[in-house]
């Protein structure tokens, strides 16, 4: 009997599963290049706690993201501060990778200094119209961190909030936890999604590294994503 071409399934299977997980949980977003210059890259990596399918309204990242300028540090706290409740707002934290380089080591502490004492951040194209603001984690951007949901503390290996211990998790989540977790120097992490971008078979698809816990906060009856307004709870998962 012949075998007729369906061209409905042929693209089903040819589409790209989508990672699913609670908000709230610890996504590897990105690992690539950060190019400084024509003759200077660093590795490093983005790692979220944003609900995944926020970050699945967008194209798959390039691997290499170029320098496009530097901003002054309190305007971009003022400009995301207004974005605060957009659910539209991508924020996270970059770690660099690679920590055997000591070239890739000393050239990420430059960034990372520079920063801080220019009182800047740094922006990096991703697509058109869409940016990366790199904003080092310092006493001065701490509180600012804080009020948007990035506490480092809530990513940590002993943190209860995940559903699984992280002695079980696999060696690379291992891995890559204890990178985040051991960053001395941190970058926050914010972009703004402006447009609608085609829902093409290529999109980004965060790595699933710790799935939170199902149940609410102890003392609390309300389980709120992180990208949820806070007059808006969300459902319980």
């Known amino acids: 009997m012949a075998i007729l071409y369906d061209p409905l399934r042929a693209q089903r299977a040819t589409q790209q599963e ?18 400084l210059s024509r003759d200077q890259t660093l ?11 926020t970050f699945q309204l967008l194209p798959e990242m390039p691997a290499t993201l ?7 540090i309190q305007e971009v706290i003022s400009h995301f501060l207004r974005l605060k409740r957009d659910k539209r707002l991508l ?12 070239e890739n080591n000393d050239g990420y502490t430059r960034l990372f200094d520079e920063l801080e004492t220019t009182q800047k951040s740094a922006l990096f194209n991703v697509f058109q119209d869409v940016k990366l603001y790199l904003v080092p984690i310092t006493p001065l951007t701490r509180q600012f961190c804080l009020e948007m949901g990035l506490d480092l503390e809530q990513i940590k290996a002993s943190n209860p909030r995940y559903e699984a211990p992280f002695e079980s998790l696999p ?3 291992q891995e890559e936890v204890k990178g985040l977790e051991d960053e001395s120097h941190a970058f ?7 447009q609608v ?19 609410a906060p102890k003392g609390n009856d309300t389980f ?14």
């Not at 924020?91 to 000591?102: C, F, N, P």
């Open 66 to 72: 170029p320098l496009k300028g530097k901003a002054k």
């Open 91 to 102: 924020k996270g934290w970059l770690v660099r990778r690679g920590t055997e380089s000591q």
């Open 188 to 194: 926050a992490v914010f972009s703004h999604i402006k």
């Open 171 to 173: 060696s690379k989540s």
């Open 197 to 215: 971008f085609p829902q093409k078979q290529s999109f980004l698809n965060p790595e699933v590294l710790r799935m939170v816990a199902p149940q």
């Open 18 to 35: 989508r990672n699913t997980a609670p908000a709230g949980s610890l996504l590897g977003v990105w690992s690539g290049l950060l190019e």
């Open 43 to 53: 590795k490093a990596s983005i790692y979220s706690t944003t609900d995944i399918s």
């Open 224 to 237: 709120y994503s992180p990208i949820t307004s806070d007059d808006e709870p969300a459902k319980k998962p």
